[in-house]
């Protein structure tokens, strides 16, 4: 059975890591993919804004109003 995940959020990673405390507080497990550090292992560019956050699919309505909540809270 293969489980399917959505990319949710696209940050830092300071920012990431913050989102993902908060999903994991709300029992929702999610995957990091960091291109960033994929990259600069590489020998390649990326920016640093290119960490992405992936949720199951079953989870994303919930995770998302978490995300919208937590924008607020950093761009505030």
Do not use: C, P, Q, W
């Not at 293969?2 to 990673?13: A, P, Q, V």
């Not at 709300?26 to 590489?42: M, T, V």
């Not at 020998?43 to 937590?70: P, T």
Request: charged share 30%.
């Amino acid at each position: 059975m293969k489980t399917e995940h959505t990319k949710l959020f696209t940050g830092s990673n300071i920012i990431v890591n913050g989102l993902k405390n908060l999903l994991e507080t709300e029992g929702i497990s999610s995957i990091i993919k960091d291109k960033f550090e994929s990259a600069r292992l590489g020998g390649f560019g990326e920016n640093r804004s290119s960490v992405e956050v992936h949720v199951l699919n079953s989870d994303l309505e919930k995770a998302k109003i978490i995300v919208e909540n937590y924008k607020e809270k950093i761009n505030s």
